[in-house]
């Protein structure tokens, strides 16, 4: 399975992954995932809001045991994110049936669509509509770089946008959502273990910088009668990284639109997208609040006009403890419970059924990079950690 991915959606230049939301790569992964679910015997299907599934069982069975991740990728992202857990879903599937155990209640994968959100810049789209979290006309506003909206690029690669919204009838069948994931941090890496249990998701959100000044020539217009929003962008950058030092928290901003984006021309518009995490809600409110002040003092001093939009946000995601801990019982003790700043669809699902996480180790530590890694060692221990899980939850 994994050689069979890997080269979809691959940069060649970079070594990273663009498999964005709608586009031939995207095409190619879904193709995949039904490619394996028919080669399992499985029952297929496709949701109204893109996202597939894979039944061994009745769909419309209740209780559910569902598993899965994401296929998609950041810009120049790595071959783990996402795609583990899906792979690792069905060699759990695979070494549930080489067991031979008795299913007592359906059990599914499934690949939730544009979960990064490289494309229409929100992040978990597939399973925040299908949890009611984005309305059809939010997401009817999205738009891409080039200005598609998300219904277009639906339309083009097949697919109804007439028909996405909530489902809960679907989420109501549901008893538990388990993602494994690969670790975007060092934790297991420092603590030695191949495998562990997620506690909680860190609160996050993206928000938008417009600074507006004004288009000038870079050769004959005097430093003092400038009005260049680049100067206030890249003071409010370093403003980011030094609130997130004094609040023990995370701020980049690395996403960046100039225009008119020309060498020998002053700027009229600088746009930035800033994305701010912590373990808790104060301290992000704080680290927020005290980037745009600085922003704001800044622009006020070069002239700049500054407006700032949240994006996106996803409060503290404190995964249900009573499936954590069932986890933990399934898997012995001594595993280590980690929490994390990085937002999933278990998170978004998590307002609405059970849901948890396993994190399989990542040596560097890297991850939305091309030298985000794990070994197969310890993705086969992932595997193993996930059947036994479903076998403990699907099976009892």
């Given amino acids: ?23 031939e790569a995207d095409r190619d992964c879904r193709a995949w995932f039904r490619a394996q679910a028919e080669a399992r015997g499985l029952t297929y299907e496709t949701d109204r809001n893109g996202n597939q599934w894979s039944w061994l069982g009745d769909p419309l069975g209740e209780g559910a045991i569902v598993t899965g991740s994401h296929l998609d990728s950041v810009p120049d992202g790595g071959a783990f994110d996402g795609p583990l857990g899906v792979v690792s879903s069905f060699a759990a599937l695979d070494e549930l049936r080489r067991r031979g155990v008795e299913f007592h209640r359906p059990v599914a994968v499934t690949n939730f669509g544009d979960e990064e959100g490289a494309r229409f810049g929100l992040a978990c789209v597939g399973s925040r509509l299908t949890a009611g979290q984005l309305t059809k006309e939010a997401a009817y506003a999205l738009r891409d770089g080039d200005g ?10 097949g697919y109804d946008p007439e028909a996405i919204g909530p489902d809960p009838e679907r989420l109501a069948r549901i008893g538990a959502f388990v993602e494994l994931h690969v ?51 890249a003071e409010t950058v370093l403003a980011a ?27 009229s518009l600088v746009r930035g997208w800033l994305d701010s ?22 622009a006020d001093r070069h002239g700049i006009d500054l407006t700032v939009v949240r994006e996106s946000f996803t409060p503290v995601v404190e995964f249900e403890h009573a499936l954590r801990d069932e986890l933990a019982k399934i898997l012995g003790g001594g595993i280590p419970v980690l929490g994390t700043g990085a937002g999933h669809d278990a998170g978004i699902l998590s307002a609405s059924i059970p849901t948890a996480m396993l994190f399989v180790r990542n040596p560097t530590g890297v ?13 086969v221990a992932g595997v193993h950690a996930l059947a036994d899980v479903l076998e403990g939850l699907a099976c009892a």
């Avoid at 050769?219 to 929003?229: A, I, K, M």
């Fill in 1 to 23: 399975m994994w050689r069979d991915l890997l080269p979809v959606g691959r940069n060649p230049a970079s070594g990273g992954y663009r498999r964005y939301a709608w586009t």
């Fill in 148 to 157: 598609v909206p998300l219904p277009r690029a639906m339309e083009e690669a």
């Fill in 183 to 233: 670790e975007q941090g060092r934790a297991l890496d420092l603590s030695g273990d191949p495998v562990g249990i997620a506690s909680a998701i860190w609160p996050h959100g993206r928000w938008r910088y417009d600074f507006h000044g004004e288009a000038n020539h870079a050769g004959t217009t005097r430093l003092v009668d400038r009005r260049d929003p680049m100067l206030t962008y």
């Fill in 241 to 267: 990284r030094r609130e997130a030092e004094l609040a023990g928290a995370v701020a980049t901003f690395g996403k960046i639109a100039v225009e008119p984006n020309g060498v020998n021309a002053i700027p």
């Fill in 277 to 298: 995490r912590a373990a808790d809600q104060e301290t992000l409110d704080t680290v927020v609040s005290g980037i745009e002040r600085a922003a704001r003092e800044y």
């Fill in 367 to 379: 991850s939305h990079s091309p030298a985000e890694s794990a070994t197969e060692d310890d993705c």
